[in-house]
Nanobody, 123 residues
């Protein structure tokens, strides 16, 4: 079992930056692929970024490529999402997710989810 707790969301002006954190419980965090997803009102939850257990591989949605960076610190059981050049269309609830398997961008491939943190980008 893995429990995930996101933090770092908030209200930010367009063009600004935020860093989301996801703290995970459990001794085997370093073996989990971690992902970030987001869900805007009235829309389906969509993939944002993912990182392999070692941090050696990362995937990004086209909409955030070049602006967002996913990283992890296995010693701290934490995964991060650095978000730069934020746009109003980035407004959503951001969720951290974990899976004990190879990296994937598929939402249904993740077994554990956090409660989400709201990010609101004003124009």
């Amino acid at each position: 079992q893995v429990q995930l707790v996101e933090s770092g969301g908030g209200l930010i002006q367009a063009g600004g930056s935020l860093r989301l954190s996801c703290a995970a419980s459990g001794r085997t965090f370093s073996r989990y692929t971690m992902g970030w997803f987001r869900q805007a009102p009235g829309k389906e939850r969509e993939f944002v970024a993912a990182i392999s257990w070692s941090g050696g591989r990362t995937y990004y949605a086209d909409s955030v490529k070049g602006r967002f960076t996913i990283s992890r610190d296995n010693a701290k059981n934490t995964v991060y999402l650095q978000m730069n050049s934020l746009k109003p269309e980035d407004t959503a609830v951001y969720y951290c997710a974990a899976r004990y398997a190879e990296i994937t961008t598929t939402r249904t491939g993740y077994d554990y989810w956090g409660q989400g943190t709201q990010v609101t980008v004003s124009s």
